[in-house]
């Protein structure tokens, strides 16, 4: 087994951290919230995070508004 040095699992192929990358301004919806709220998520090119209180339930994308609606369409 071999050992990992600490830190190199947070380095990219290019040499930056996950941090970088990260937004530290985050939106929430509550689970109880109309599914018509993620538009203005969306329209700001953002995943929504879902929460329950103050509890993290998921994240929604665009991607998987499109396949729930395609579904539930069937």
């Known amino acids: 087994m071999t050992s990992t ?3 190199a699992m947070t380095v990219g192929p ?3 951290r996950v941090a970088a ?3 530290r301004e985050v ?3 509550q689970v109880h919230e109309p599914m018509d709220r ?3 998520v969306f ?3 953002e995943v929504a995070v879902v ?3 103050d509890q993290l339930v998921g994240l929604i994308t665009p991607v998987d508004l499109i396949n729930h609606l395609r ?3 069937q």
């Open 38 to 40: 993620l538009k203005a």
């Open 71 to 73: 579904r539930t369409a």
């Open 14 to 16: 290019h040499g930056a």
């Open 21 to 23: 990358a990260m937004t």
């Open 43 to 45: 329209d700001r090119d």
């Open 5 to 7: 040095p600490p830190g």
């Open 27 to 29: 939106h929430t919806l």
């Open 51 to 53: 929460v329950d209180g």
